[in-house]
């Protein structure tokens, strides 16, 4: 309750300080980013939880890697790792152990972070802000050493080279694509934002996503990209209003799909035990 609270403080106060973005709303760009960003997304981190499957030497479809993580993405709006838990759970269910589905479940988290943090470091230090040098070195040396890190305990855990270089590509992908939708918010909110600007404010999907006790980091991950906006040239109104739509429209297009593969589940479950 007090997430939500802050989260549309948050949204009334950069509203406040840029009245006109509401005024210059661009449907078309909504409508790219629910029908074609978004759903790339979900593609993406259902390859990803396929993956992560078969580092465990488990063989799952591309369909229900997708509701795992459908269903994950809405579960985090719980105050607890929901989606953490739901993967935990399916891969446990496909036969690995709870403390190898949750160490390859963690080590998959900790390469988003590791590269999620280099990308916004490259872009940082591209931008040659003078302010941004010192944080781009942060970033940078957070990226490499949680990589360094990620790929040893990978190694240790399922030491697969082949799996362990797809799912490093398809996190690649995973934080180009959020990067792609914040630009598109930019774009939609008339905000005059670049790709470069979008791409570091992909570290604070990363932060959001790191505290847990807050439902879906909601607020947190808006309010990073706001401390991370004068470090790059960006008001911190734009900033959080752009994260904010990009998680308005996320959560506006799976929950529905969520709900429906909950009902359709609970249907089944009912017609198997008549």
Do not use: H
């Given at each position: ?13 950069s ?105 916004a ?53 995973l ?22 600007q979008?791409?570091?404010?992909t ?49 506006a ?11 359709r589940?609970?249907?089944a ?6």
């Open positions: 309750m007090i997430a939500a609270l802050g989260f549309i403080l948050g949204i009334v106060l509203y406040r300080a840029q009245p006109e973005v509401f005024s210059n709303l661009n449907p078309g760009i909504l409508l790219l980013l629910a029908s074609v960003a978004v759903p790339l997304t979900v593609l993406l981190n259902a390859l990803e939880f396929q993956k992560s499957a078969a580092l465990l030497g488990q063989k799952l479809a591309l369909g229900p890697a997708a509701e795992v993580t459908i269903i994950g993405s809405v579960a985090n709006m719980l105050p607890i790792p929901g989606g953490t838990m739901v993967r935990i759970a399916a891969l446990k269910a496909g036969g690995a152990s709870l403390k190898k589905g949750t160490s390859v479940t963690l080590l998959v988290s900790l390469l988003w972070i590791s590269i999620a943090f280099i990308y470091a490259f872009w940082l230090w591209g931008m040659g802000q003078r302010s941004s040098g010192g944080i781009s070195a942060v970033f940078a040396v957070i990226g490499v050493g949680a990589l360094v890190a990620c790929i040893w305990l990978f190694f240790r855990t399922a030491p697969k080279a082949q799996i362990i270089g797809q799912l490093v590509l398809i996190k690649i992908g934080v180009l694509i959020d990067a792609t939708r914040i630009y598109l918010c930019f774009l939609a909110l008339g905000v005059a934002g670049s790709f470069a979008a791409s570091v404010l570290a604070s999907s990363v932060l959001g996503a790191a505290v847990s006790i807050v439902p879906a980091g909601l607020g947190i991950r808006e309010g990073a990209a706001a401390l991370l906006a004068p470090f790059i040239a960006l008001a911190a109104a734009s900033a959080f209003l752009a994260t904010s739509l990009n998680r308005i429209v996320g959560l297009v799976m929950a529905p799909v969520a709900l429906f593969l909950g009902m589940r609970d249907k479950y009912q017609l198997v035990n008549q």
